[in-house]
């Protein structure tokens, strides 16, 4: 009985920080990007993002479909990569060249207009381990705020090599890093194969034409 209550009260807990690492109003009142200028911007993205299954050389991982996406979520990675809390050259790289409206933008076309939305159904159940993370990204694995990433139908090897990354420091997250910790391999690999087959999914999206 202790044990359930445990389980029960890690999530519990886990909403209060999330909710707490919120930003402000004045975050949440941000104009929202311009998605036909981030339809311009975003193609060189396509090199990678634009290709079902592409792969990172090393670590060999697919990398992430961002189709669907929350926007908000999308824009902060893009800033994280640039400040380096994100360790990834080619990314820092592309970040870098993109100013803050840009990021905004960029975000916008791939949110697209309808984002990933929650069925209220769940493929399979979600395992022991996934407790915790059921209580920012959702019983079916979409962020319960736009802050949040949807984790549905995302590639599983590329939540593996995040949650890794968060454990080992090259991803460094105050939420993420502190409940990463304790997560063995088989849990994260549990973890990912959950959300990955959760529906309705990210996908990869077409490149737009060329400028």
């Given at each position: 009985?202790?044990?359930?209550?445990?389980?029960?009260?890690?999530?519990?807990?886990?909403?209060?920080?999330?909710?707490?690492?919120?930003?402000?109003?004045?975050?949440?009142?941000?104009?929202?990007?311009?998605?036909?200028?981030?339809?311009?911007?975003?193609?060189?993205?396509?090199?990678?993002?634009?290709?079902?299954?592409?792969?990172?050389?090393?670590?060999?991982?697919?990398?992430?479909?961002?189709?669907?996406?929350?926007?908000?979520?999308?824009?902060?990675?893009?800033?994280?990569?640039?400040?380096?809390?994100?360790q990834h050259p080619t990314m820092k790289g592309q970040a870098s060249?993109?100013?803050?409206?840009?990021?905004?933008?960029?975000?916008?076309?791939?949110?697209?207009?309808?984002?990933?939305?929650?069925?209220?159904?769940?493929?399979?159940?979600?395992?022991?381990?996934?407790?915790?993370?059921?209580?920012?990204?959702?019983?079916?694995?979409?962020?319960?705020?736009?802050?949040?990433?949807?984790?549905?139908?995302?590639?599983?090897?590329?939540?593996?090599?995040?949650?890794?990354?968060?454990?080992?420091?090259t991803r460094q997250n105050m939420i993420m890093g502190s409940f990463v910790q304790k997560l063995s391999d088989a849990d994260i690999d549990?973890?990912?194969?959950?959300?990955?087959?959760?529906?309705?999914?990210?996908?990869?999206?077409?490149?737009?034409?060329?400028?």
């Open positions: 009985m202790a044990y359930r209550y445990r389980l029960m009260a890690i999530p519990a807990a886990a909403a209060l920080l999330c909710a707490s690492l919120l930003p402000g109003p004045a975050a949440a009142d941000a104009a929202p990007g311009d998605a036909a200028r981030g339809a311009r911007l975003a193609y060189t993205c396509f090199g990678c993002h634009g290709i079902p299954d592409y792969r990172n050389a090393y670590p060999n991982y697919r990398v992430p479909r961002l189709g669907g996406q929350h926007a908000p979520y999308v824009a902060a990675a893009l800033a994280e990569y640039r400040a380096g809390t994100r060249s993109l100013s803050e409206v840009d990021a905004n933008d960029v975000a916008a076309y791939f949110a697209t207009a309808q984002p990933v939305t929650a069925a209220g159904t769940t493929v399979g159940t979600a395992p022991a381990s996934a407790q915790v993370c059921v209580a920012c990204h959702g019983k079916e694995g979409v962020g319960l705020t736009p802050e949040y990433p949807t984790l549905a139908g995302q590639y599983p090897d590329y939540l593996a090599q995040a949650l890794k990354a968060y454990r080992k420091g549990a973890i990912a194969h959950y959300f990955a087959a959760q529906q309705p999914a990210l996908w990869v999206p077409r490149a737009p034409r060329a400028p």
